[in-house]
């Protein structure tokens, strides 16, 4: 018996809808069950990240849609096969003017009646727009994990709270081409023995207590988008899930890769056994998205990734991650580079 499997790398769909993705097994698919892979960019919307705030500042809504707009408008005429856009909710937005706070982990300024109205002014606007283009939108919440976070602690309820009310906007839930990342970047989480780390079962257990109250707090409102969780070590490490995973339908892991990253540093073989090691066990049972990597030799100063293509097999990072992730067959991934840069690209 002959057995087909059809994956399906779909381009942005201007111009029609989006067809609505579900998790089923270990892959993404569309709704006449093609095994879908997104390949993607991101936005982030601060005036830093909008060319270090040459563009717009202020907090000047109509600015930031109008660059922002722009971007993907310029990416999509410059050639790039992106069918995905990974949408940070900003702190820049949310965070109470004024207050200091001691990076993007600090959630001491956050303030919700100012999430919901940027949300509705500044997020939902620009997933639309994207939308419109054919593009689907994987939003994550503003800012990054602490270093340390323990069940139940202020960043677990943090984001209890934003999740709860993302999912229940009437714009967001359950539309067919909105996504949710979870978190960036936990790094460290408090075991069951006290002790902080990213690597025992035990860090597991209790990421999946952490992240599974966030999880149900979002399907609660009967919220059915799909979800991706993120691991431990920034989004590096993952093998604990494979024994205690996050439960419910729709859900992925979302993963971060750059050069060094799992091996990656010293050729293929080391990169492979990383992968193998850190995200194999949870890419065996369900979709991955990896939501940030990038590459590119360091005299050009344009990625956060500092390596150079190489061949697949060999040496050098971008053709060792295209042949894993392909041979994975279910790892949907974006390039994290400046959206300004990919503008301008004129190569392809």
Not at 156 to 170: D, E, M, R, S, T
Not at 177 to 183: G, I, T
Request: charged share 15%.
């Amino acid at each position: 018996m002959l057995g087909v499997v059809c994956t399906f790398h779909a381009y942005a769909w201007v111009g029609s809808a989006t067809p609505q993705l579900h998790v089923e097994g270990r892959n993404l698919k569309d709704p006449h069950g093609n095994t879908v892979i997104l390949h993607g960019f991101a936005q982030t919307y601060s005036p830093w990240f909008n060319e270090r705030g040459t563009k717009w500042t202020n907090y000047n809504v109509t600015g930031c849609l109008n660059y922002n707009k722009g971007l993907i408008d310029q990416m999509l005429a410059a050639g790039w096969k992106m069918n995905f856009m990974r949408l940070h909710m900003d702190p820049y937005w949310s965070n109470t003017p004024g207050v200091q706070t001691t990076g993007e982990n600090d959630i001491s300024a956050f303030s919700m009646d100012r999430f919901k109205t940027y949300l509705d002014q500044v997020f939902v606007p620009m997933a639309e727009y994207a939308i419109s283009k054919g593009l689907y939108v994987i939003m994550r919440p503003p800012g990054v994990c602490p270093e340390k976070i323990a069940v139940g602690d202020a960043y677990n309820q943090y984001l209890i709270k934003v999740w709860g009310y993302v999912a229940q906007h009437p714009k967001l839930r359950n539309n067919p081409a909105v996504m949710f990342e979870l978190a960036n970047e936990p790094v460290n989480i408090l075991a069951p023995d006290g002790t902080y780390g990213s690597r025992s079962q035990g860090c597991f257990d209790n990421l999946k207590k952490y992240f599974q109250a966030v999880v149900d707090t979002m399907r609660a409102g009967g919220c059915q988008n799909v979800l991706w969780v993120p691991g431990l070590a920034y989004q590096a490490s993952y093998s604990g899930y494979a024994i205690n995973p996050i439960e419910g339908s729709n859900i992925g892991y979302a993963v971060h890769i750059y050069p060094g990253w799992f091996g990656s540093g010293t050729g293929y073989t080391n990169f492979q056994k990383g992968w193998d090691d850190d995200v194999k066990p949870v890419a065996n049972f369900a979709p991955i998205c990896v939501t940030e990597m990038d590459w590119a030799p360091a005299k050009y100063n344009s990625s956060w990734g500092k390596d150079v293509t190489g061949v697949a097999g060999g040496s050098g990072f971008g053709a060792n991650f295209n042949k894993i992730t392909k041979e994975s067959g279910n790892v949907s991934w974006l390039l994290f580079t400046d959206p300004a840069l990919l503008a301008k690209f004129t190569g392809i």
